[in-house]
């Protein structure tokens, strides 16, 4: 196999933003803020969301219609049977 061939693979700590979740994973990501944990430097990726916080996930999923196009569409085909 060549040399220098595959990225960087180490251990990673991810910060989901939303919930303040943390776990450590491993990943070819790094970052620039690095954590002390049992005296191993650890890159710490933040993430917008992911699946603690996402609406599928914790089943708190809302509908955005600003058209009013699923109004619509249940006045049209949500009374018929």
Known sequence: MKPDTHPDYHKVIFVDSASGDEWTSRSTMTSAE????DGENIPVIKLEI???SHPFWTGTMRELDADG???RFRRRYGGKK
């Open 50 to 52: 992911s699946a603690a």
């Open 34 to 37: 690095t954590r002390d944990v």
């Open 69 to 71: 196009k699923i109004d």
